[in-house]
T-cell receptor, first 109, second 113 residues
Framework: SQQGEEDPQALSIQEGENATMNCSYK?????LQWYRQNSGRGLVHLIL?????REKHSGRLRVTLDTSKKSSSLLITASRAADTASYFC?????????FGGGTRVLVKP | DAGITQSPRHKVTETGTPVTLRCHQT?????MYWYRQDPGHGLRLIHY???????DKGEVSDGYSVSRSKTEDFLLTLESATSSQTSVYFC????????????FGQGTRLTVV
């Protein structure tokens, strides 16, 4: 089974609304990363949060990490149609970088 | 964009034939990874490398082998392709250090008929 699991699997929102997705994982990590994938393309790194951090911001992105619950969340504020993509969390435990199943986000104009 | 190239980009092959996918980087990064992406499964790690000739298995390594004889190249081989190996394969690279992001190639779409 995979280390990270995203929830929900799919999300549909209106432009301007916020999008929140969650990631749960199973083992200890060094850091947790979020990536975006546009249809048919490779993944692109969005943000990284270290295991000793609880919250991090980057532009319209806000990531939280709760190591006691082994969970993370990604919030995209004021979403745009261009945010339509799949979003993946990845857990970094030493040499391995392990991804979850992803959340498909559709932002309707 | 990070210098990472996958080849071929598309391939159709017959069941039972050997197939090799190539990942080439120009970044001199230490870590290289092979993933497969299938609907409903996200990205699953096949094999990864943490240096020349240093490789290890991921979560779905059965039926796959890898080799890394040079820093810049990481080869994924399907010794005898099966229909269950039809997938999109992604290569990723990552620099040394504990806090680093990965850069992905554009993917290889492999169809086994």
């Amino acid at each position: 089974s995979q280390q990270g699991e995203e929830d929900p699997q799919a999300l549909s929102i209106q432009e301007g609304e916020n999008a929140t997705m969650n990631c749960s994982y199973k083992t200890s990590i060094n850091n947790l990363q979020w990536y975006r994938q546009n249809s048919g393309r490779g993944l692109v790194h969005l943000i990284l949060i270290r295991s000793n951090e609880r919250e991090k911001h980057s532009g319209r992105l806000r990531v939280t990490l709760d190591t006691s619950k082994k969970s993370s969340s990604l919030l995209i504020t004021a979403s745009r149609a261009a945010d339509t993509a799949s979003y993946f969390c990845a857990t970094d435990a030493g040499n391995k970088l392990t991804f979850g199943g992803g959340t498909r986000v559709l932002v309707k104009p | 964009d990070a210098g990472i190239t996958q080849s071929p980009r598309h391939k159709v092959t017959e069941t039972g034939t050997p197939v090799t996918l190539r990942c080439h980087q120009t970044e001199n990064h230490r870590y290289m990874y092979w993933y497969r992406q299938d609907p409903g499964h996200g990205l699953r790690l096949i094999h990864y490398s943490y240096g020349v000739k240093d490789t290890d298995k991921g979560e779905v390594s059965d039926g796959y082998s890898v080799s890394r004889s040079k820093t810049e190249d990481f080869l994924l081989t399907l010794e005898s392709a099966t229909s269950s190996q039809t997938s999109v394969y992604f290569c990723a690279i990552r620099d040394r250090g504990r806090i680093t992001e990965a850069f992905f190639g554009q993917g290889t779409r492999l169809t086994v008929v």
